[in-house]
């Protein structure tokens, strides 16, 4: 079944004469670029948006990712930041964040002949609370793990047999999605939400979340980890340096790491049923 999956999408990509690769170095977009390399060849460009919304060393590494493929690269400025309503930080922002990007590399791909956008969204991407879907469905951006209906984990799994580098790389969204909704966006809080997940990767944690909360940084680990905080002299040294960035209080939420966590804040809650019709009804 997932290799049937695969060649669907190849089908769909070897439809197209050119491809302009929405992509981010993670795993999802890595498995669409590399597809669309060997089909496409020289006709499928990568782009990446540099922005203070990225995880620090995003860029880098999807730079590293691109030229192991032979690909492509293109780097264009990320503007969302730019925009008062997204900095409003409404719970639609990533659908406003997703229109300055798709709009720019809609730009790109005519500018370089190319046929279309395609982006790394996947079927698991239907089932949480995304409205970057939307603005790809209006802005007629392409999906074609999801179209075929591959799932993360076999994301994951072709990855890995096609020897990509990054098969099991932990999710990084936007740091934005570090700020709950309503609260405002602003380059401070996106450093100190950065600075302080270098420091706790840097202390070893695999995968973290520092969500911001005004003067609390509420920390989101993997379950397996969260027992490290009882070790005095490293919660110590967790609470001195994130207070010297600025936070007032530290916390750790015993939940663990969630994806999506600040959905929770959304009234009425976002079912899987409501999502959907977001997706059609708009």
């Not at 006709?43 to 948006?49: K, M």
Request: overall charge neutral.
């Amino acid at each position: 079944m997932m290799h049937a999956k695969l060649t669907r999408i190849y089908e769909t990509i070897s439809s197209f004469h050119g491809a302009v690769v929405a992509f981010s170095g993670g795993v999802d977009s890595t498995l669409v670029l590399k597809i669309s390399k060997d089909v496409l060849g020289a006709h499928a460009v990568a782009v990446t948006v540099n922005s203070s919304l990225a995880v620090p060393g995003e860029l880098e590494r999807a730079g590293e990712i691109a030229a192991l493929l032979g690909a492509r690269h293109v780097v264009i400025t990320g503007k969302a930041l730019e925009d008062p309503e997204f900095r409003l930080n409404p719970p639609e922002r990533c659908y406003l964040c997703k229109r300055h990007v798709y709009a720019a590399m809609g730009e790109l791909a005519r500018e370089t002949g190319a046929e279309v956008v395609l982006d790394g969204a996947n079927a698991d991407d239907t089932g949480d609370f995304r409205p970057g879907l939307r603005a790809a469905r209006e802005m007629g951006v392409r999906s074609p793990l999801l179209e075929a209906g591959l799932t993360k984990e076999e994301v994951r799994r072709l990855a890995r047999e096609l020897e990509l580098p990054n098969w099991n790389q932990p999710a990084q969204p936007c740091l934005a999605t570090r700020i709950p909704y309503g609260e405002l966006i602003t380059e401070e809080k996106l450093q100190q939400i950065a600075r302080a997940e270098q420091f706790l990767s840097g202390l070893g944690f695999s995968s973290v979340r520092v969500r911001h909360h005004g003067p609390v940084a509420r920390l989101e680990l993997l379950p397996e980890e969260i027992c490290r905080i009882s070790d005095v002299q490293l919660r110590e040294e967790i609470n001195r340096e994130l207070k010297r960035l600025g936070f007032r209080y530290v916390s750790v939420d015993l939940a663990g790491l969630r994806s999506g966590s600040l959905n929770d804040l959304l009234a009425p809650p976002v079912t899987k049923e409501v999502w959907k019709k977001y997706l059609i009804d708009g």
